[in-house]
Nanobody, 118 residues
Framework: QVRLVESGGGLVQAGGSLRLSCVAS????????MGWFRQAPGKEREFVAT????????AYADSVKGRFTISGHKAKNTVYLQMNVLKPEDTAVYYC???????????WGQGTQVTVSS
């Protein structure tokens, strides 16, 4: 199994930046992609960004496109989410996820809280 540990969350004012990290351990050899999701209070979990290890390709939700950047360091089994120009609506628990060569994200971290004040 893959274990994921997120870090880097915190409290920041609108317009500020945070960088989240996700370290994967365990059976990571078959991991094909990593992703970030978030869940705000009272709302459903939503996709934020994904990163494909083999190509370095990234994709983003429209709500964060142009503001967030996902990247990865394979040797460290670590994926990052650089979040710039943060908005109050970005406030959520951010979860790191991983999948193998299927389509589902099978592994999830515990989440890290991001709070953006206005």
């Amino acid at each position: 199994q893959v274990r994921l540990v997120e870090s880097g969350g915190g409290l920041v004012q609108a317009g500020g930046s945070l960088r989240l990290s996700c370290v994967a351990s365990g059976r990571t050899y078959s991991t094909a992609a990593m992703g970030w999701f978030r869940q705000a209070p009272g709302k459903e979990r939503e996709f934020v960004a994904t990163f494909i290890w083999s190509t370095g390709n990234a994709a983003y939700a429209d709500s964060v496109k142009g503001r967030f950047t996902i990247s990865g360091h394979k040797a460290k089994n670590t994926v990052y989410l650089q979040m710039n120009v943060l908005k109050p609506e970005d406030t959520a628990v951010y979860y790191c996820a991983a999948r193998n060569f299927g389509l589902n994200y099978d592994y999830w971290g515990q989440g890290t809280q991001v709070t953006v004040s206005s």
